[in-house]
């Protein structure tokens, strides 16, 4: 009992410590150095995902990643602008439009994300599931529906759409597996009782991975908050990985821009709102709650958003990104490490944001973690 009580008593001494520097250094890492498990970024680890840090990093020079990004996102506005009847095809109601097409179904709090729209499969799988009777009490019914549902797509006006949509997958889940190798490292070095390839492990052998391509309206209407396009939320996955956007005129063409009232912000540990940025041929990578838990709070989650700005509005600018959460599978059950409280998992709290103990207590399966999330983001 007492070496519990030391452990915890030094994570938060060591938490303490950790309020006196912040960073907003955005960690970039060449896929050379993430392909090299032997080499000690421990130190770009805590810089990048720890409470202190701006909960992102980059990685560049991934192999054959950027034609795939290049070949789905110059789709999105075809998808976009698909007839009614085909889009109604992609439509389900009954899993909360967590597969197939959505528009404008998103809310957090009392704030609709009308602009916003997506395209939701598993890359990695395609029948439905068949949950043992054991899995689906352990889930319970409305977990139990969402797992068993198979995807949908659009092969018969986009035949090349679900192709490229795995390939993409493909190239960012090999990618997670490397990077989560350092970040078990670098967890268990600060917490003895993590347990080595925790993180590896539950990605690694889970294929209930989701991946979304997130479509982003233009609009005449006036910009009334900051968070137009997608309202500030927090990851509810274990890792997050997102490509950069693409921006495409009202007539379908890809653009380049730059501005920096555009695009994806975070909330630093000040509650300040600060510009992502990254190089297009990168991939962006964000921890998720589900590793804030696991990990006790040595890693943090970070809310953001996604801004549009006058000069995108005047431009007509559509905005388009991918964006795969690596999640644990359904069942695996999300506690702290042994002997970590579990008010070290809350996290960075903000108030557009639903208090993770709404959705959340110790040992809760993921799915209904996931679950709980969903009905509070979702009409």
């Known amino acids: 009992m007492l070496c519990i009580l030391n452990r915890g008593l030094k994570l938060k001494m060591t938490q303490m410590k950790r309020l006196a520097y912040y ?31 701006t909960g992102i990093c980059t990685i560049k020079n991934v192999p054959n990643y950027k034609r795939a990004r290049q070949n789905l996102l110059n789709l999105s506005y075809q998808l976009a602008n698909l007839p009614q009847e085909e889009k109604a095809k992609l439509d389900r109601p009954e899993v909360k439009w967590s597969r197939g097409w959505q528009e404008s179904k998103e809310h957090f709090g009392n704030k609709n994300d009308k602009l916003k729209s997506a395209f939701i499969a598993l890359p990695l799988r395609e029948e439905e599931t068949h949950l043992t009777q054991t899995q689906q009490q ?20 986009l035949p090349t759409f679900k ?3 795995k390939l993409l997958s493909n190239i960012m889940v090999d990618t997670s ?14 917490m003895t009782s993590y347990k080595r ?65 555009t695009g994806l912000f975070f909330k630093n540990r000040w509650g300040e709102k600060e510009h992502i940025s990254a190089d297009k ?6 921890i998720g709650e589900s ?52 008010r070290y998992a809350y996290g960075r709290q903000i108030d557009q944001v639903p208090h993770i103990t709404k959705r959340w207590n110790q040992g809760i399966p993921f799915a209904t973690f996931q679950q709980k999330t969903i009905q509070e983001y979702r009409i």
Request: proline share 6%.
């Open 177 to 190: 597996f490397l990077l989560a190798k350092h970040i078990d490292k670098y967890v268990s070095q600060v």
């Open 197 to 261: 390839d925790t993180l590896y492990n539950l990605i690694k052998n889970n294929k209930d991975h989701v991946g979304r391509l997130n479509y982003y309206k233009s609009s005449t209407d006036p910009i009334t908050r900051e968070d137009d396009w997608n309202s500030w939320h927090t990851d509810y996955s274990a890792l997050s990985a997102l490509t950069p956007a693409i921006y495409i005129t009202h007539d379908g063409y890809p653009v380049t821009f730059d501005d920096r009232k």
């Open 163 to 165: 192709p490229h949509f």
């Open 291 to 342: 590793m804030q838990i696991l990990s006790g709070g040595v890693l943090e989650a970070t809310p953001y958003c996604v801004s549009r700005s006058k000069k995108s509005q005047d431009l007509g600018l559509n905005r388009a990104t991918f964006q795969l959460y690596l999640v644990p599978p359904p069942e695996y059950k999300l506690f702290t490490p042994s002997g970590i409280d579990e």
């Open 281 to 286: 041929d990168s991939i962006i990578f964000q």
């Open 23 to 53: 960073s907003t250094e955005q960690v970039s890492f060449d896929f050379n150095e993430i392909l090299d498990e032997n080499l000690d970024l421990n130190e770009r680890i805590k810089t990048a995902f720890g409470p202190e840090g």
């Open 138 to 157: 352990v889930l319970g019914d409305a977990a139990s529906k969402l797992y068993q549902s198979g995807n949908v797509w659009p092969e018969g006006p």
